[in-house]
C-alpha cells in the first residue's frame, strides 16, 4: 500500500509558478513510477507528467511541455511538479498516482494508488 499526500496549491497569477509536492508513505516509494495528473471542472482526468521510478526518464503532456517538471527525491519520499509561466487553463485539481510499474505512462489505469488532489486556480 501507498498512501500519496499532495500539497503546494494554491491560487496564482498567470505566468507565475508553482510547486507541487507529492509525499508517499512506505518504503518501496522507489519501485513505483509517478505520475501527475489534472481534472478542471466538467472535464475528464488528464495526463500531465511522468517520471519513472529511478527517475531518470520523464514524459509530459504538449500542452506543459517546457512550463511544467517533474522529478522525484527518492531519499524524501516525494515528487514533485515545477509549474512555470501557469495560464488560467492550467486551473485545475491536481492529483499525483503511483504505478508499480517502472514506468507508469500516460494512462490513468496504470497507477493503482492516487491522492487527494490539490486546487491550482490561475488567474488572469
Known amino acids: 500500500q501507498v498512501q500519496l499526500v499532495e500539497s503546494g496549491g494554491g491560487l496564482v497569477q498567470a505566468g507565475g509558478s508553482v510547486r507541487l509536492s507529492c509525499a508517499a508513505s512506505?518504503?518501496?516509494?522507489?519501485?513505483?513510477?509517478m505520475g501527475w495528473f489534472r481534472q478542471a471542472p466538467g472535464k475528464e482526468r488528464e495526463f500531465v507528467a511522468a517520471v519513472t521510478w529511478s527517475g531518470g526518464s520523464t514524459a509530459y503532456a504538449d500542452g506543459v511541455k517546457g512550463r511544467f517538471t517533474i522529478f522525484r527525491e527518492n531519499d524524501k519520499n516525494t515528487v514533485y511538479l515545477q509549474m512555470n509561466s501557469l495560464k488560467p487553463e492550467d486551473t485545475a485539481v491536481y492529483y499525483c498516482?503511483?504505478?508499480?510499474?517502472?514506468?507508469?505512462?500516460?494512462?490513468?489505469?496504470?497507477?493503482?494508488?492516487w491522492g487527494q488532489g490539490t486546487q491550482v486556480t490561475v488567474s488572469s
Open positions: 498516482a503511483a504505478s508499480r510499474f517502472r514506468w507508469g505512462g500516460v494512462a490513468r489505469a496504470n497507477y493503482e494508488y
Open positions: 512506505g518504503r518501496t516509494f522507489g519501485s513505483y513510477a
